[in-house]
């Protein structure tokens, strides 16, 4: 690996509805941007937001460098600044799972189940990752038949995404916030392994003060619940109070 | 078992989209009268149509017959008269199973493939069977959350809905017919076994003649191809010319 004191950004690869992918002068290495906007609706609602990309950016490594020290591999590198971030590059595999411990959003309005109703063992989907055809909800024989990922893949990234959940409500448990679901996306390294990517962070939890009840993540600007980039700043100030964490 | 003969119709249980179910003076016979009627999009298209019942009915009831000699047990007793069947009572496990040989219908819409593309396995799809939900589609984690069925339950069904799908595969072929997707439904029978339960006919099948290429299901309907009924009698005739069925 290139000494991480020389890493140079060189082209933008990517730009999505949160980040910018940039690749640098180690080809196993990605320069992450994370941008000052929010989306919801898969694009629909789009607003530019000062501070915002900031705070997920270092939620984000908060979290990942935690899951690292529990043994939950991804591909955090280094925080850099404010808003930018090295990470491992991997070839993602274009599921986005989702874990629910309590019901909401899509899985409340399919269902028309009790909001928050809590479920016996936390549920795992799969979203085919496809702007195009809006994430569209997907099954495993339907994964395999669409050769998205092997059965062996779906079962390692239900087995990543668990130990996640775990650890996640371990660390929200400890700031009094409960974990509602949350959604990760698994890519391929170079050496084949399958391991954590992407962000985690209220943009991709639903997380709910246990005293308050209050949203602390994206379905205050889902909702139009007030001002986002406050909320976040918050759960980041609590985040990084929590034992072990900073 | 109550003596067939002496079978008497007694209360109008439920009324489906597609049929009328009844009470018999024997608890674990139920009575099916297959309705002259057609409906598509959960209800939103309903039409009344003179043969539909009969053909139906028919239908349903050569293949179930012929899927018992095959070894898949199944509600199905015996034909009354043109609309009327007796069935074995069960308690329905509100799961629509679908298989899926070739692309069609709700799954080319969401992964935007191609019409009829075949997959190297036929698929499974669960979905949960509930007007008021619109039957929304349901992965097994869902099932299990919901208490809907269990682990070992849905295991059982998709054997039984794959067992379904080789037979009825070797019955179309020998009608030059492809058999694009089905839906079954399975209930628990008064000893606790699961069988195969409601109907199987060109309304819960997908059929396209290979060398027309036209549809012979319910998709006429759906797609205002045509004439429902006549297509249902062309089906009914070529299926009772196939050795073995009749
Ligand atoms: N380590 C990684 N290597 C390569 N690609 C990644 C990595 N982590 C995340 N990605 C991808 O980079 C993009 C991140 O930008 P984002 O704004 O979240 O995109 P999107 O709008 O597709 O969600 C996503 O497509 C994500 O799958
Ligand atoms: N053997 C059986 N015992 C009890 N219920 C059955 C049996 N076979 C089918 N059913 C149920 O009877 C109803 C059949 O009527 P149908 O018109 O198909 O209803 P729907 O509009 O709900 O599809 C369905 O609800 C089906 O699940
Ligand atoms: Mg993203
Ligand atoms: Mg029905």
């Known amino acids: 690996m290139t000494d991480l004191t020389q890493i140079e950004k060189r082209d933008l690869l990517y730009k999505g509805k949160a980040k910018e992918m940039f690749t640098t002068n180690d080809p196993d290495i990605m320069w992450v941007h994370y941008m000052d ?42 925080q850099l600044d404010a808003n930018n971030q090295l990470v491992k590059r991997v070839k993602i595999i274009p599921l986005e799972t989702v874990v629910r411990n309590f019901a909401s959003g899509s899985f409340e309005k ?16 799969f979203y085919y990752k496809s702007d195009e055809l809006d994430d569209p909800f997907i099954n495993d024989f339907e994964v ?6 092997t059965e062996d ?34 890519g391929i390294d170079r050496d084949g392994k399958l391991i954590l990517a992407d962000e ?3 943009d991709s939890c639903r997380l709910v003060d246990r005293k308050t ?34």
């Open 37 to 78: 906007q929010v989306t919801a609706f898969n694009g629909k609602k789009k607003v530019q937001m000062a501070g915002k990309g900031q705070t997920n950016c270092e939620i984000s490594a908060l979290i990942f460098t935690d899951l690292a020290k529990h043994g939950i591999e991804n591909h955090f590198i280094k």
């Open 200 to 202: 985690i962070s209220p």
């Open 144 to 149: 395999e038949a669409l050769k998205i990922a």
């Open 153 to 186: 893949q779906m079962n390692q990234i239900r087995a990543i995404a668990l130990m996640v959940n775990n650890r996640l409500k371990e660390i929200f448990d400890k700031m009094a916030i409960d974990l509602v679901d949350f959604k990760v996306e698994i």
């Open 213 to 246: 009840k209050k949203s602390l993540d994206k379905d205050v600007f889902r909702k139009g619940l007030g001002e986002l980039v406050p909320v976040y700043k918050e759960l980041l100030g609590r985040l990084e109070k929590v034992e072990g964490v900073n």
């Open 110 to 125: 399919r269902f028309a189940v009790k909001h928050l109703l809590k479920f016996d063992k936390p549920i795992t989907e």
